[in-house]
Structure formats: structure tokens, C-alpha cells
């Protein structure tokens, strides 16, 4: 893994955590230039870099956003920033999302706000994914945040039946829960329902990924392996950029 660091800017009143968000996100504004297509993430992070675009738009920015949510389509749309679907842009120059969880490999667990699959969708057709993130959300091995699981309500106990065994093949304990909204399950964008696998380790992510992508149910999960191209991470006293050694992406 490579890592590169830069002082820490000036914060303002917020929380520590916010602080460091708002920074990360700030940090990846580094190299955004007019004409370039973008893919904006969702969640607390991801909306500080959106809102931080929309600071640049207004100073004469000229980007296209293509969002992972209608959370995120409904912040960039009140700052002015331009946006686009994948059947408008389907390549973009890099996508820019936060991360629930992330390794040294930036192996990551993604989906707390809801939107892992159109984030999954929307980073894979950019060039490049750039993860932001405070540094609580860098640890030694994925697991620990509970992971998401998009499935179709058709069928859903077979679906967590079956994300059971294999969990049980591959030697992980834990209990597999439907995400609700209020009394009722909670619903993506796309209409699907969210189990949330509570593994507290992952030893081998690979694996599970594979598994989890031969379950019919299953219409995507929150291991993005393979895909982020670098890591901003705000900490304490500077931000740092990951990048893992050897990666082609």
C-alpha cells in the first residue's frame, strides 16, 4: 500500500467526525476540472462532497453528475450541479463515495445509506472510484459493520436461507436480519429489501463475494473488491491517500 499525506486544513465548529468528513471530501476535490463526468455517491460523507461541488459549480465548475440515489440527485439538483443517468454518460471519469468499512487493500463494505448497488453499478462504469472517509472507518479486516445484502422481496426467506448456508461454509457466525423502516421493510430505490449480515469478521471477502453473487435472490451486496482506485482519509491532523500496491484499476 502507498500513502501520501497533506496538512490538515483549518476546521470550523463541527463535530470531530464531521470535521474529518468534511475534509476528506474536500481533499478529493483535488483534480476535478471542467468536462469531467462524475459519479456521486451516497451517505454523510458523500454528501459533504457533493455539497463541497457545489460550492466549486458556483464558482464556474462545469462537471456532470451522474448520482447514486435520489437522496444524492436531490442535494446535487439544489446546488445546481448538472446531472445525468448512465444511459446519458455511460463512462464516467471517476465516481466519488464514502465507504462503511475499508482495508489496506481498499477492499470496502458499502450500503449503510441503502444505495449499494446503484453505487456498485455507477462505480464500475468509471474509470476510477475514489473513496473518502474519516479514519474510524479504516480497519485491519472488514466484518465488524453489519454487511448489506440487496435482495428481491420475492422469496426472501429462501434468499437469507440460502445466505445462511454459505455463511456457514465459509466459517462465519451471526445472525442475518431484514432492514426495516419503521414497521415495515425498508425498500432501496430500485424496490429491493436490504438483509444485513452481522459476521463481525471477514477473513476472505473473495469468497464470500463469489458465493453471494451465485444466490439468485441476491441483486448485489456491500463488498466493492477490486474497485476503488484510492482512499482519501481525514484524520486528526492530516489527510492521507491510500492507494494499494500493485492495482491496475
Partial sequence: MEIARSAASAGGAASPGDDRKR??????????VSGMKL????????????????????????VIGVPTSERTADLARSL????????????LDVTIDGADELDDQLRLVKG???ALLREKIVATASRRMVVIADDSKLVAMIGAFPLPIEVAPF???ATERAVERLA?????TGTVKLRL???DPYRTDG????????????????????GLDLIPGVMGHGLFLGIASEAVIARQNDVIRLKPAGLQR
Fill in 23 to 32: 475534509r476528506a471530501a474536500v481533499a478529493a476535490l483535488d483534480g476535478i
Fill in 80 to 91: 445546481g450541479i448538472r446531472l445525468a443517468t448512465l444511459e446519458d454518460e455511460p463512462v
Fill in 191 to 210: 424496490g429491493h429489501y436490504i438483509i444485513d449480515a452481522s459476521f463481525g469478521r471477514i477473513p476472505d471477502p473473495e469468497a464470500l463475494a463469489a
Fill in 155 to 157: 422469496g426472501l426467506g
Fill in 39 to 62: 459519479g456521486l455517491g451516497t451517505g454523510s460523507t458523500a454528501d459533504q462532497f457533493v455539497r463541497a461541488l457545489g460550492e466549486k459549480v458556483k464558482g464556474g465548475l462545469d
Fill in 168 to 172: 456457514s461454509k465459509l466459517g462465519l
Fill in 112 to 114: 449503510g445509506g441503502g
Fill in 181 to 183: 423502516a419503521g414497521h
